[in-house]
C-alpha cells in the first residue's frame, strides 16, 4: 500500500509540474520528454493491482521521499535567482558566454534591436572589441544583476541540462539602476565601450528602462 | 501554494531538477534490470561474454552503448549484475564505464568541445583504464567485506533477511521489482540531491576559481567540483567547457573522468551495492588513479 501511495505521490508532483509548466524552470526542454513518459510509465505503476503481501519495516527514506513529493507538489518554484550567482565577476560573467553561445544566430541583421540577450553575448564571445558595435541599438530582457564588486549587468541563466549546471551570463551597464537585484527589466539603449583593468568591453548605455513579470521561461536552452 | 524566499527557492530548485532529471534514469534503469532479474540466465551471460578474462571486463566498460542509462540508472543494472553472479570485476567495469561509453556521452562530449577528438579519446581511455583496473582491484578482496549484495544461488552463509528477500523476489511479478527498486533508488538518490543541493546553494562554484595556482591543485579542485556538483553525464562537458579558460586540460579530463563514476548523488545509491569499506576503497583508488593518469597527461603532452 505503501508504495502505492508513494507511486502515486510521484506522479501527482510530476502532473503538476507538467500543467503548471513549472517545468521549464527546472530542466531543458529537450528533456521534457522523459518526464513526460516517466509520468505515464509512474501513474501505469501505480493504478496496477498489487498482490498482497506484508513488507517487513518502515523505512524512513521512503517517508522522506513521499514528504519531498507532497512539499515539491505543495510549493509554487520560481526561477533560480540572482543570489545564485553571486560571487562574479563581470569577466567570469562575459565567459560564460562560451558555454551557451546561439548557434542559429544569423549575424545579419538589419534590426539589431531584434538581437537577444543571448544573440548578444554570443557575439561578444566571439568578437569581443566594442568598436564594432558601436551605437548599435539594443533591446533585451533579462534580471537586474550586480557582480562583486557591484557593477550592474542586465543577465540571465543559461541551462543545457537542469538548474544545478546553470551558469548566468550577462551584458555589462553604464550605470547602476533603481532596482533590487532579480527584478526582471527591459532595457533599451544602445552599445558603449568601457574599460576596466586595461580590459575593453562593450556595454549598454541605458536609454530606457522597464520592469516585467518573470517570463514562464526565463533561462536560456540551447 | 506556498511561496518560498529568494534562497530557499534557489536550494529547492537545484534539489528538484536534480530529483526530476534523475527520475526518468532512474525509471529505465529499474525496469531493465528487472527485466535482466526475471529473464537473464547465467547461461546467457556465458555464451555472451568473451572467454579471456580482460575482454570480459572490455566487454561490459562497452555495454553502456547497448544500456544507455545515465549514472543513476546503471546502479540497479549493477545490482542485478551481482545477484545474477556476475562477479564484482565485471559489474565494476560497467559501473565505472557505463556513464561515458555510450552514444549520448560521446556525441554531447564532441559537440561541447568540436574537432576535439584528443579530449574525447583521453575521456574514454582513461575511463575504460580506471574501470578496468578498479575492477581487477576490487575482485581480489574478500567480496563479503566490500559488496552487499550476494549471488542468488549462493546458498552458504546467508542469513534469514537475506533469504527472505530472495524468496520474495522469486514470488514477486516484474512491475514489483520494478516499483520496489525505482522507490528504493529514488528515495536513494533524494538523500544524495538534497546534500548537493545545500553544497551548491551555500557554496556557489565559483569558489572553485581560485584553486588553479598549480596544476594538481586545479586537478585536486576540478574532481572535487566535480564530485560535488551533480550533473548527468551525458551534458557535464558543456559544463566543463566553461572552466577551459581559467583552468589545465588535465584538470576537465579529470572532471570528465571521475565524474561520471562517483558524485554526492550516487553515494547513498551505491551505498546499497557496497559496504562502506568498499565504496570507500574504490572511490579513493579511482581517483587516486585518475589524479595520477591527469597529472600524466600534463606531464606529456
Known amino acids: 500500500m505503501k508504495i502505492r501511495i508513494t507511486l502515486i505521490l510521484c506522479a501527482v508532483f510530476l502532473g503538476k509540474l507538467i500543467m503548471s509548466q513549472e517545468l521549464s524552470l527546472l530542466i531543458h526542454p529537450r528533456y521534457f520528454w522523459l518526464v513526460y513518459l516517466s509520468f505515464g510509465v509512474i501513474t501505469i505503476l501505480a493504478l496496477l493491482p498489487e498482490k498482497k503481501h506484508h513488507h517487513s519495516g518502515t523505512n524512513l527514506l521512503n517517508y522522506i521521499l513521499m514528504a ?23 569577466d567570469q560573467i562575459i565567459n560564460n558566454a562560451q558555454y551557451s553561445r546561439n548557434k542559429r544566430l544569423a549575424n545579419f541583421t538589419i534590426n539589431t534591436e531584434d538581437r537577444s540577450l543571448q544573440d548578444w553575448v554570443t557575439m561578444f564571445s566571439i568578437n569581443p ?16 544583476f550586480l557582480d562583486d564588486e557591484g557593477s550592474p549587468l542586465i543577465a540571465q541563466y543559461a541551462v543545457s541540462c537542469c538548474i544545478a549546471d546553470a551558469r548566468i551570463i550577462g551584458i555589462p551597464l553604464s550605470e547602476t539602476l533603481a532596482y533590487s537585484e532579480n527584478t526582471w527589466l527591459e532595457i533599451e539603449g544602445t552599445i558603449d565601450s568601457a574599460e576596466k583593468d586595461g580590459q575593453r568591453f562593450a556595454q549598454i548605455k541605458v536609454l530606457n528602462k522597464k520592469t516585467i513579470s518573470t517570463p514562464n521561461d526565463p533561462y536560456i536552452t540551447n | 501554494m506556498l511561496t518560498l524566499s529568494n534562497q530557499i527557492n534557489d536550494f529547492v530548485i537545484i534539489l528538484l531538477s536534480i530529483l526530476v532529471e534523475g527520475i526518468p534514469f532512474i525509471l529505465l534503469g529499474s525496469i531493465l534490470s528487472a527485466i535482466v532479474q526475471k529473464y537473464l540466465k547465467e547461461s546467457h551471460i556465458i555464451n555472451f561474454l568473451p572467454k579471456n578474462r580482460l575482454m570480459q ?14 549514472e543513476c540508472g546503471n546502479i540497479p ?5 551481482l545477484s545474477k553472479n556476475f562477479g564484482s570485476g565485471l559489474t565494476i567495469s560497467f559501473l565505472l564505464a ?22 574525447l579519446f583521453y575521456r574514454l581511455a582513461f575511463t575504460m583504464l580506471v574501470a578496468i583496473s578498479a575492477s581487477y582491484l576490487m575482485e581480489k578482496l574478500p ?68 584553486f588553479n595556482n598549480q596544476e594538481w591543485i586545479a586537478i585536486l579542485a576540478m574532481m572535487a567540483l566535480a564530485f560535488v556538483i551533480s550533473i548527468c553525464s ?17 584538470s576537465i579530463l579529470a572532471f570528465l573522468v571521475f565524474g561520471p563514476m562517483f558524485d554526492i548523488k550516487s553515494v547513498p545509491m551505491l551505498k546499497s551495492i557496497f559496504t562502506w569499506r568498499g565504496l570507500t576503497i574504490l572511490i579513493l583508488f579511482s581517483g587516486s588513479l585518475i589524479f595520477f593518469l591527469s597529472y600524466l597527461y600534463f606531464l606529456f603532452t
Do not use: W
Not at chain 1, 566594442?130 to 533591446?139: A, F, L, S, V
Open chain 1, 68 to 90: 519531498a513529493f507532497v512539499f515539491g507538489t505543495m510549493i509554487s518554484l520560481q526561477a533560480l535567482s540572482s543570489k545564485a550567482a553571486a560571487l562574479q565577476s563581470t
Open chain 2, 234 to 250: 551525458n551534458v557535464d562537458a558543456f559544463f566543463a567547457l566553461a572552466y577551459t579558460q581559467i583552468f589545465p586540460t588535465s
Open chain 1, 129 to 144: 572589441e566594442p568598436d564594432k558595435y558601436q551605437n548599435q541599438k539594443i533591446k533585451v530582457t533579462g534580471f537586474y
Open chain 2, 77 to 81: 543494472m549493477a545490482k542485478r549484475m
Open chain 2, 143 to 210: 567480496q563479503k567485506e566490500i559488496i552487499k549484495i550476494l549471488p542468488e544461488n549462493n546458498n552458504q552463509s546467508e542469513d534469514i533477511a537475506k533469504k527472505d528477500e530472495r524468496m520474495k523476489q522469486h514470488q514477486h511479478g516484474i512491475t514489483t521489482l520494478i516499483k520496489t527498486e525505482f522507490l528504493q533508488m529514488t528515495s536513494l538518490f533524494l538523500v544524495g540531491a538534497i546534500i548537493a543541493a545545500m553544497i551548491q546553494s551555500l557554496l556557489p562554484k565559483e569558489v572553485i576559481l581560485s
Open chain 2, 98 to 119: 557505463a556513464p561515458v561509453f555510450n552514444p549520448l556521452v560521446i556525441a554531447s562530449t564532441l559537440a561541447a568541445f568540436p574537432g576535439n577528438y584528443s579530449i
Open chain 2, 57 to 70: 571486463k572490455i566487454t561490459m566498460c562497452l555495454l553502456g552503448n547497448l544500456i544507455p542509462v545515465c
